[in-house]
T-cell receptor
Framework: DAGVTQSPTHLIKTRGQQVTLRCSPI?????VSWYQQVLGQGPQFIFQ???????GRGNFPDRFSARQFPNYSSELNVNALLLGDSALYLC????????????????FGEGSRLTVL | EDQVTQSPEALRLQEGESSSLNCSYT??????LFWYRQDPGKGPEFLFT???AGEEKEKERLKATLTKKESFLHITAPKPEDSATYLC??????????????FGQGTILTVHP
Protein backbone atom coordinates (compact mmCIF):
# COMPACT_ATOMS: atom_id res chain seq x y z
CA ASP A 1 0.00 0.00 0.00
CA ALA A 2 1.20 3.51 -0.77
CA GLY A 3 2.13 5.68 2.16
CA VAL A 4 1.61 9.41 2.49
CA THR A 5 2.85 11.13 -0.66
CA GLN A 6 3.97 14.74 -0.82
CA SER A 7 4.97 17.02 -3.65
CA PRO A 8 7.19 18.67 -4.57
CA THR A 9 10.07 17.05 -2.66
CA HIS A 10 12.32 20.09 -2.93
CA LEU A 11 11.73 23.67 -3.98
CA ILE A 12 13.48 27.02 -3.83
CA LYS A 13 11.63 30.32 -3.56
CA THR A 14 12.59 33.93 -2.94
CA ARG A 15 11.30 36.20 -0.20
CA GLY A 16 7.80 37.51 -0.84
CA GLN A 17 6.77 34.66 -3.12
CA GLN A 18 3.97 32.19 -2.47
CA VAL A 19 4.19 28.39 -2.32
CA THR A 20 1.70 25.52 -2.47
CA LEU A 21 2.56 22.09 -1.09
CA ARG A 22 0.48 18.99 -1.77
CA CYS A 23 -0.28 15.85 0.18
CA SER A 24 -2.12 12.61 -0.51
CA PRO A 25 -2.98 10.57 2.61
CA ILE A 26 -2.83 6.83 3.02
CA UNK A 27 -5.84 5.17 1.43
CA UNK A 28 -8.65 5.04 3.97
CA UNK A 29 -7.25 7.85 6.11
CA UNK A 30 -9.56 10.84 6.36
CA UNK A 31 -7.49 13.18 8.54
CA VAL A 32 -4.49 15.19 7.38
CA SER A 33 -2.15 17.24 9.55
CA TRP A 34 0.65 19.60 8.53
CA TYR A 35 3.89 20.16 10.44
CA GLN A 36 6.91 22.42 10.00
CA GLN A 37 10.33 21.06 10.94
CA VAL A 38 13.22 23.47 11.13
CA LEU A 39 16.68 21.91 10.99
CA GLY A 40 17.71 20.51 14.35
CA GLN A 41 14.25 20.77 15.91
CA GLY A 42 11.23 18.55 16.26
CA PRO A 43 8.19 19.01 14.02
CA GLN A 44 5.79 21.81 14.97
CA PHE A 45 2.05 21.51 14.39
CA ILE A 46 0.49 23.85 11.81
CA PHE A 47 -2.97 22.50 10.92
CA GLN A 48 -5.25 19.50 11.08
CA UNK A 49 -8.06 18.89 8.58
CA UNK A 50 -10.81 16.32 8.66
CA UNK A 51 -13.81 16.08 6.37
CA UNK A 52 -12.64 19.28 4.62
CA UNK A 53 -12.87 21.27 7.84
CA UNK A 54 -10.08 22.75 9.93
CA UNK A 55 -10.03 20.88 13.23
CA GLY A 56 -6.90 22.37 14.77
CA ARG A 57 -4.43 25.21 14.23
CA GLY A 58 -1.00 25.83 15.69
CA ASN A 59 0.75 29.12 16.44
CA PHE A 60 1.46 30.17 12.88
CA PRO A 61 0.63 33.50 11.20
CA ASP A 62 -2.25 33.97 8.79
CA ARG A 63 0.22 33.70 5.91
CA PHE A 64 -0.20 29.95 6.37
CA SER A 65 -3.42 28.39 5.11
CA ALA A 66 -4.58 24.96 4.06
CA ARG A 67 -7.51 23.09 2.65
CA GLN A 68 -8.68 19.53 2.20
CA PHE A 69 -10.41 18.13 -0.85
CA PRO A 70 -13.27 15.59 -1.14
CA ASN A 71 -10.72 12.83 -1.86
CA TYR A 72 -9.01 13.76 1.47
CA SER A 73 -5.88 15.12 -0.19
CA SER A 74 -4.68 18.47 1.10
CA GLU A 75 -2.75 21.58 0.15
CA LEU A 76 -0.71 23.89 2.36
CA ASN A 77 -0.23 27.45 1.15
CA VAL A 78 2.27 29.95 2.46
CA ASN A 79 2.14 33.55 1.28
CA ALA A 80 4.72 36.34 1.48
CA LEU A 81 7.55 33.93 2.20
CA LEU A 82 10.19 34.87 4.75
CA LEU A 83 13.68 33.47 5.17
CA GLY A 84 12.49 31.85 8.40
CA ASP A 85 9.96 29.77 6.50
CA SER A 86 12.80 27.61 5.19
CA ALA A 87 12.08 24.16 6.61
CA LEU A 88 10.91 20.62 5.94
CA TYR A 89 7.12 20.62 5.66
CA LEU A 90 5.61 17.33 6.72
CA CYS A 91 2.17 15.98 6.04
CA UNK A 92 0.75 13.24 8.24
CA UNK A 93 -2.40 11.21 7.82
CA UNK A 94 -4.39 9.27 10.34
CA UNK A 95 -7.65 7.48 10.81
CA UNK A 96 -10.38 9.49 12.47
CA UNK A 97 -11.67 8.49 15.92
CA UNK A 98 -14.91 7.49 14.25
CA UNK A 99 -12.87 4.85 12.43
CA UNK A 100 -11.90 3.27 15.76
CA UNK A 101 -8.40 4.67 15.43
CA UNK A 102 -5.86 4.94 18.15
CA UNK A 103 -5.41 8.62 18.70
CA UNK A 104 -2.14 10.21 17.74
CA UNK A 105 -0.85 7.48 15.48
CA UNK A 106 0.15 9.79 12.67
CA UNK A 107 1.88 8.45 9.58
CA PHE A 108 4.20 10.97 7.95
CA GLY A 109 5.24 11.53 4.37
CA GLU A 110 8.82 12.22 3.32
CA GLY A 111 8.22 15.96 3.39
CA SER A 112 8.71 18.94 1.11
CA ARG A 113 12.01 20.75 1.64
CA LEU A 114 11.44 24.49 1.16
CA THR A 115 14.36 26.88 0.86
CA VAL A 116 13.65 30.61 0.85
CA LEU A 117 16.41 32.86 -0.49
CA GLU B 1 1.46 24.86 27.54
CA ASP B 2 2.47 21.33 26.65
CA GLN B 3 6.22 20.76 26.74
CA VAL B 4 8.53 17.87 25.80
CA THR B 5 12.25 17.76 26.59
CA GLN B 6 14.52 14.99 25.34
CA SER B 7 17.95 14.05 26.62
CA PRO B 8 20.66 13.64 25.70
CA GLU B 9 20.70 15.74 22.54
CA ALA B 10 23.16 13.31 20.99
CA LEU B 11 24.33 9.84 21.97
CA ARG B 12 27.18 7.84 20.49
CA LEU B 13 27.32 4.10 21.20
CA GLN B 14 29.42 1.18 20.15
CA GLU B 15 27.58 -1.69 18.52
CA GLY B 16 26.17 -3.88 21.29
CA GLU B 17 26.38 -1.15 23.96
CA SER B 18 22.90 -0.80 25.47
CA SER B 19 21.56 2.58 26.65
CA SER B 20 18.43 4.65 27.22
CA LEU B 21 16.96 7.85 25.84
CA ASN B 22 14.86 10.08 28.07
CA CYS B 23 11.72 12.10 27.33
CA SER B 24 10.33 14.39 30.05
CA TYR B 25 6.94 15.94 29.49
CA THR B 26 4.33 18.26 30.92
CA UNK B 27 0.88 18.08 29.41
CA UNK B 28 -2.66 18.89 30.42
CA UNK B 29 -4.20 15.44 30.54
CA UNK B 30 -2.08 12.99 28.58
CA UNK B 31 -3.97 11.30 25.81
CA UNK B 32 -0.91 9.48 24.50
CA LEU B 33 2.89 9.55 24.27
CA PHE B 34 4.55 8.59 20.99
CA TRP B 35 8.00 7.62 19.83
CA TYR B 36 9.11 8.14 16.25
CA ARG B 37 12.33 7.41 14.40
CA GLN B 38 13.56 9.86 11.77
CA ASP B 39 16.32 9.20 9.26
CA PRO B 40 18.12 12.18 7.65
CA GLY B 41 15.96 13.90 5.03
CA LYS B 42 13.00 11.62 5.72
CA GLY B 43 9.71 11.92 7.54
CA PRO B 44 9.27 10.48 11.05
CA GLU B 45 8.47 6.77 11.22
CA PHE B 46 6.00 5.69 13.90
CA LEU B 47 7.41 3.32 16.56
CA PHE B 48 5.23 3.20 19.70
CA THR B 49 2.21 4.62 21.46
CA UNK B 50 1.96 4.60 25.28
CA UNK B 51 -1.27 5.61 26.95
CA UNK B 52 -0.85 5.27 30.71
CA ALA B 53 1.84 5.15 33.38
CA GLY B 54 3.34 1.70 33.78
CA GLU B 55 2.74 0.72 30.18
CA GLU B 56 5.58 -0.83 28.17
CA LYS B 57 5.95 -1.64 24.48
CA GLU B 58 8.70 -3.58 22.68
CA LYS B 59 9.83 -3.86 19.10
CA GLU B 60 13.01 -5.74 18.19
CA ARG B 61 15.85 -4.03 20.12
CA LEU B 62 13.66 -1.15 21.34
CA LYS B 63 11.56 -0.96 24.48
CA ALA B 64 9.53 2.07 25.54
CA THR B 65 8.28 2.72 29.07
CA LEU B 66 6.09 5.43 30.57
CA THR B 67 5.74 7.09 33.98
CA LYS B 68 3.61 10.09 34.95
CA LYS B 69 6.42 12.51 34.10
CA GLU B 70 8.71 10.82 31.61
CA SER B 71 9.26 8.07 29.11
CA PHE B 72 12.34 6.04 28.33
CA LEU B 73 13.37 4.39 25.10
CA HIS B 74 15.72 1.54 25.93
CA ILE B 75 17.96 0.24 23.17
CA THR B 76 19.40 -3.20 23.75
CA ALA B 77 22.52 -4.33 21.86
CA PRO B 78 22.15 -1.64 19.17
CA LYS B 79 23.35 -2.08 15.62
CA PRO B 80 24.61 0.60 13.20
CA GLU B 81 21.26 0.53 11.40
CA ASP B 82 19.63 1.87 14.59
CA SER B 83 21.42 5.18 13.99
CA ALA B 84 18.76 7.88 13.56
CA THR B 85 17.06 10.74 15.36
CA TYR B 86 14.50 9.52 17.88
CA LEU B 87 11.58 11.85 18.51
CA CYS B 88 9.21 11.83 21.45
CA UNK B 89 5.79 13.49 21.22
CA UNK B 90 2.71 13.92 23.41
CA UNK B 91 -0.92 14.51 22.66
CA UNK B 92 -3.03 16.38 25.19
CA UNK B 93 -6.54 15.44 26.13
CA UNK B 94 -9.61 17.58 26.37
CA UNK B 95 -10.48 19.53 23.26
CA UNK B 96 -7.06 19.23 21.67
CA UNK B 97 -7.09 18.35 18.00
CA UNK B 98 -6.23 14.69 17.63
CA UNK B 99 -3.93 15.64 14.78
CA UNK B 100 -1.79 17.78 17.08
CA UNK B 101 1.33 16.32 18.61
CA UNK B 102 3.86 18.31 20.63
CA PHE B 103 7.34 17.04 19.79
CA GLY B 104 10.64 17.22 21.62
CA GLN B 105 13.78 18.28 19.77
CA GLY B 106 14.94 14.70 19.36
CA THR B 107 17.97 12.62 20.33
CA ILE B 108 20.50 11.91 17.59
CA LEU B 109 21.73 8.35 18.05
CA THR B 110 24.89 7.15 16.32
CA VAL B 111 25.94 3.51 16.65
CA HIS B 112 29.48 2.70 15.58
CA PRO B 113 30.42 -0.80 14.33
Amino acid sequence: DAGVTQSPTHLIKTRGQQVTLRCSPISGHKSVSWYQQVLGQGPQFIFQYYEKEERGRGNFPDRFSARQFPNYSSELNVNALLLGDSALYLCASSLAPSQRARVGELFFGEGSRLTVL
Amino acid sequence: EDQVTQSPEALRLQEGESSSLNCSYTVSGLRGLFWYRQDPGKGPEFLFTLYSAGEEKEKERLKATLTKKESFLHITAPKPEDSATYLCAVQAGGGTSYGKLTFGQGTILTVHP
